[in-house]
């Protein structure tokens, strides 16, 4: 019979590389605007509290 290459575990590969870049992006967004959107919050927070 011919050789035939297994490529079931391609997609999972392409999946995972895709569910880390999306982790990464996740993370370096929310270490930069972390503290503003705290703020916000905190801001809509205190506006509920008070009404």
Known sequence: ??????EEGQGLVEYALILVLIAIVVIV???LLGTQ????FSTIAATMGGA
């Open 37 to 40: 959107i705290s703020g916000i």
């Open 29 to 31: 967004v929310l270490s």
């Open 1 to 6: 019979m011919l050789y035939m290459p297994r």
